[in-house]
């Protein structure tokens, strides 16, 4: 039989960080390979965003290193965590997937005049993975907070991406939304490698199959061959009760 070779597409070594004095991360190591859908949590202020923006080249590292392999930047689909658009600019669900793929729609008009065959079909395609392909022309201003967050990955996976990243992407979108949202990125995870930072703990323990626990140093479990009995009837679920479980199926 076949070995399968896991093949790396981002590996985080000893990584550290400090805005002047204040020291924000320390040696924080992980890998991302793969197929992983691979999740970050953890308190607020524990230094989530600050090693999303090391990993995008936002900032870099006071010491450590952040290396990709097999992968370009323009390899790399981006959902930040505020999406929010001026509702009141007239723009459509097409131009805004455009915005996803500059480069090679370099003759796309912003205002959805001029685009190609080529162009509308490569958008309609996209929108076709998250649901949305009817709604090609309705104006972004006349969905819904969860319909806008579909187009947005419609728009980040426009340029198929071998990496998504996504920063909070359910924060401002009701439950029934967050879980929608988690299905598509569960199915979008079959040909795409999923990072996602959350606070969603229920997600993590359902579709994840790696966490990265930070709060200012880094905890990287393996939830592969882990089992949650996690109650999905809206009972809170806390980090505490998340790390308590991780603890005792790693014992």
């Known amino acids: 039989m076949e070995q399968i070779v896991s093949k790396k597409l981002l590996e985080v070594k000893d990584l550290s960080f400090a805005y002047d004095k204040d020291e924000v991360l320390k040696d924080i190591s992980f890998v991302v390979e793969e197929g992983d859908f691979f999740a970050i949590t953890g308190p607020n202020g524990g230094g989530k965003s ?31 965590q505020n999406t929010n658009i001026n509702l009141d600019f007239p723009i459509t669900v097409l131009s805004v997937v455009m915005m996803g793929n500059g480069k090679k729609h370099k003759n796309s008009s912003f205002f959805n005049i001029k685009y190609s065959k080529f162009e509308i079909e490569c958008a309609r395609n996209s929108l076709a993975k998250v649901g949305m392909e009817d709604y090609l022309y309705t104006k972004i201003s006349n969905l819904s907070g969860g319909q806008r967050q579909r187009v947005m990955i419609a728009r980040a996976i426009c340029s198929h991406p071998k ?28 040909e795409i490698t999923i990072l996602v930072v959350t606070h969603d703990l229920t997600v993590i323990a359902k579709y994840a199959n790696k966490v990265l626990y930070v709060n200012h140093t880094g905890f990287l479990h393996d939830l592969k061959n882990l089992h949650f009995n996690i109650d999905e009837s809206g009972k809170h679920f806390c980090e505490v009760e998340l790390m308590q479980m991780l603890g005792e199926n790693n014992a």
């Open 50 to 80: 600050t090693l999303l923006k090391l990993i995008l080249g936002i900032n870099k590292p006071k010491k450590g290193s952040i290396k990709f392999f097999n992968i370009k930047k323009d390899d790399i689909g981006y959902v930040p």
């Open 163 to 190: 990496l998504l990243i996504l920063d909070e992407p359910t924060s401002n979108i009701d439950i029934y939304g967050q879980k929608e949202i988690y299905k598509l990125l569960y199915d979008l995870n079959k």
